[in-house]
């Protein structure tokens, strides 16, 4: 029996469903509404929080390449994220660094730290990782708040601006394309490494850890790679905040802020690039439109965690791409 | 000289012993469920604080203690009621986020139930302290010395002589094998979260006249006792006392003899170091398996 013509809404359907695949899209989408947003924003109060947004999407992607395609949980990201940031801070400001200089060092400190951590621990099957992570962010955050003579301690360390070669960088307009720009490179980034063999070889390791390692790859040397490139990301998204806002608190390194950078992974969706930047979206705004809610903060985000977890396990992106995938299909 | 070390070694015991019930609360509730339950440390919370309340309202103190360790086991209940029963198929990663989100949900409401204060509790038998050898020891410290003890001995009766306590122990070295024979995992696994809150809740009873408790005093109990548990092998439980004490005495003398601003520290040095050099603990070798 001959099959009937596909009618034109079906076609327009397909490709609709095709579009909303293709990672390059994405991108191009993400890259549309960060040019038109500046319409919208009609104050620096409104810019302020855009790059904000901006600066936690960064961390929040890298971090979601390690939690949805390594199947590992960090707690200790807020340390790698202050650790750039008073890394920067300090060799920039006290040792009289250039800028760039301090923040490509204090950047790649960081990546060798995840290195000397992840190596010994993501050898080993089970969720070492969480808990070496965890141990280190506590670390990173008394050490910050204790060596005051180095960080000024609790009350914080002022930061100089971001200068390149005699450009001083100023206003939250400038700092807006910036903070974008960093975030667009990051999701290039991270959908590239999806792409690449790290990025397959860590989808085989979530199908059948098993199958994969007979196929010859190395599980270990894969997730160390993701997990060193999420801990820079973070450390750069560090840097940034940093230099920005002119003031770095030991808060920036506090257990409670690596657990929220976890929320935001999880509640955008994992294994989802821009599930990651959504929840960045969403979890930066909303405290900041629910200031009535202060006191009850905590209890939002412990309730928001747990149902993510039973109802939308995959997050919220993925969940309204599947239904976009069933649509589509119908 | 002696005498100081005494003090130290005192005062490292004492804090040991609670580290131990918490870390006795990780492994009961690892062995059930491969997940380690981050809101542990707000059971702790949870005893001290409504232990303060009781102590308020005017009950004697053998009456407190049993009702605080009660309102504690109710909440790790429903907790695994509500948000861990209904996910029991997922990953670990996801329970282990699910106990994340339930400690700041468990803390927000301490917030608002009490306040944001930081209240102590009256001690069990007066503050006289107790000289001996040259060293002075609260009484205080000796609640919790036999308190721990107790439990301890407590638990390993119910573990090695009751038929639930090892069809628990079963049910931690292989689910589907239990299973088969007839145990009903599920009912493991809410005994657990009872058992494990029950421990902590003991833990911040008798640690609150010394320390002090407030609504978010659990974080670093809770993030020490995971440190304990790991040193001490995660699901042993000699492992976990063993950890435990260990923790507490390193604890006591390196913020005596090397800086007390690094206290805090210690634990999770400790912990990377365990992680990097002995994955499976000193007493549980048997889960380390290398990639």
């Known amino acids: 029996m001959e099959r009937a013509a596909p009618t034109a809404s079906e076609l327009a359907r397909a490709r609709l469903r095709r579009w909303a695949f293709d990672p390059r899209s994405g991108l191009l989408a993400l890259a549309v509404v960060i040019v038109l947003l500046p319409l919208f924003l009609s104050n620096n109060y409104f810019y302020d929080i855009a790059i904000a947004v901006a600066l936690n999407a960064i961390v929040c992607v890298g971090l979601n390449l390690l939690i949805g395609y390594a199947g590992q949980i960090s707690l200790g990201h807020a340390g790698f994220f202050a650790l750039g940031g008073y890394g ?231 969940t309204l791409a599947r239904w976009l995938a069933w649509w589509g299909r119908r | 000289m002696g005498s100081q070390w005494l003090q130290f070694v005192a005062s490292g015991v004492t804090s040991g012993a609670i580290y131990a019930l918490v870390a006795l609360g990780f492994s009961i509730i690892y062995n059930a469920s491969g997940a380690i339950n981050f809101a542990q440390g707000e059971f702790v919370m949870i005893g001290g604080m ?140 809410f005994v657990s979260f009872g058992l494990a809150g029950m421990l902590g809740a003991l833990a911040g009873v008798l640690i609150a006249p010394i320390t002090f408790t407030s609504y978010d005093s659990g974080i670093m109990l809770g993030l020490k006792g995971f440190a304990a548990a790991m040193l001490g092998g995660l699901g042993s439980f000699n492992g976990a006392v063993l950890g435990g004490l260990l923790l507490g005495l390193a604890e006591a003398l390196g913020a005596g003899f090397v800086s007390s601003a690094y206290k805090d520290v210690i634990a999770f040095v400790v912990l990377l170091a365990v992680l990097f050099f002995m994955p499976g603990g000193l007493r549980g070798a048997r889960r380390s398996d290398r990639v």
């Open chain 1, 88 to 318: 920067s801070a300090i060799l920039s400001g006290s040792q009289g660094w250039p800028v760039w200089l301090s923040m490509l060092t204090s950047c790649a400190a960081v990546g060798l730290l995840a290195f000397v951590v992840g190596r010994p621990t993501l050898r080993l099957k089970g969720h070492y990782l969480a808990m070496a992570t965890l141990g280190l962010g506590v670390i990173i955050s008394i050490v910050v708040s204790t060596e005051d003579r180095i960080t000024g301690g609790p009350d914080g360390l002022s930061v100089p601006p971001l200068a390149l070669f005699g450009w001083v960088v100023r206003g939250e307009h400038t700092w807006y394309w910036i903070a974008c720009s960093g975030l667009l490179l990051a999701v290039w980034l991270a959908q590239n490494l999806i792409e690449s063999p790290a990025g397959r070889a860590l989808r085989a390791l979530h199908g059948s850890e098993v199958a994969a390692e007979t196929l010859g790859i190395d599980s270990a040397r894969y997730k160390l790679q993701v997990f060193i490139v999420s801990a820079v990301f973070a450390a750069v998204a560090g840097t940034l905040t940093a230099h920005y806002a002119g003031f770095i608190t030991p808060a920036k390194a506090s257990f409670m802020h690596s657990v929220e950078l976890v929320i935001m992974v999880v509640f955008g969706g994992m294994a989802s690039v821009f599930g990651a930047v959504v929840g960045a979206l969403v979890l930066t705004t909303l405290p900041q439109l629910l200031t009535v809610l202060k006191d009850y903060e905590m209890m939002v985000y412990g309730v928001v965690l747990i149902a993510t977890m039973v109802f939308f396990p995959q997050g919220i992106v993925p």
């Open chain 2, 50 to 189: 409504s232990a303060v309340t009781l102590v308020a309202a005017g009950l004697p103190m053998p009456v407190v203690v049993p009702l605080a360790a009660l309102t504690a086991v109710v909440v790790a209940l429903l907790l695994e009621k509500l948000a861990i029963e209904p996910a029991r198929k997922a990953s670990t990663v996801t329970l282990i986020i699910i106990t994340i989100g339930a400690s700041l949900l468990l803390r927000g409401l301490a917030q608002l139930v009490w306040d944001k204060r930081i209240h102590s509790l009256p001690a069990f038998s007066g503050d006289a302290p107790l000289q001996f050898m040259g060293a002075t020891v609260l009484p205080q410290s000796l609640w919790v010395l036999g308190g721990a003890a107790l439990a301890v001995g407590a638990l390993s009766w119910f573990f090695g002589r009751t038929l639930f306590g090892k069809a628990m122990l079963a049910t931690s070295y292989n689910p589907l094998a239990a299973q088969l024979v007839g145990i009903n995992t599920r009912t493991v696994l």
